[in-house]
């Protein structure tokens, strides 16, 4: 038992002693560091595009701007679903704008009922999306029945290039 408790002693004073020299030899270590970021997008954009038609009017258009702030590039997903009484679709049209500090960009018009995908790059990006009643060439404006006709934008943002 004591020459097991002498031996321990010893086997201590050693690597101690290494351990010791090592620390005063000065040799590096290297701790690697890495960063993940993950995609995020802000999209803040009001939730309601509301229209009056008056007076037998044959033209109109509102619109709701927003923006969109990320840190990588995005595609948004644009889905215009037809009216409620698709019967009214023909009367309207979704309209599509990217606005700059120096300029506005058309990016399109659509019909209800169908959907785009847009790139939008890393940083601040200013949208309108905007609704536009025309009568179409075979109508005429008595042929939209007053009421109340609502419909639905969907927006979906995906990363694209996701890592």
Do not use: C
């Amino acid at each position: 038992m004591k020459k097991l408790l002498v031996l321990s002693l010893l086997l201590v004073l050693i690597l101690g002693t290494g351990v010791g020299a090592l620390e005063s030899k000065g040799i590096p270590h290297q701790v690697d560091v890495v960063v993940h970021v993950e995609p995020y997008a802000i999209l803040e954009l009001g939730n309601l595009l509301e229209m009056t038609i008056s007076e037998g009017s044959s033209e109109e258009q509102v619109s709701v701007s927003g923006t969109l702030v990320s840190n990588t590039g995005f595609n948004l997903k644009f889905e215009f679903g037809s009216f409620e009484n698709q019967a009214v679709d023909r009367f309207f049209r979704y309209l599509l704008t990217r606005k700059d500090s120096n300029s506005n960009k058309h990016i399109g018009k659509y019909s209800p009922n169908t959907q785009t995908t847009i790139n939008i790059n890393q940083g601040l990006t200013n949208l309108e999306i905007g609704l536009e009643y025309n009568v179409p060439d075979e109508k005429e404006w008595y042929d939209l029945t007053s009421g109340t006709y609502k419909s639905t934008v969907t927006i979906t943002i995906a990363a694209s290039n996701p890592q």
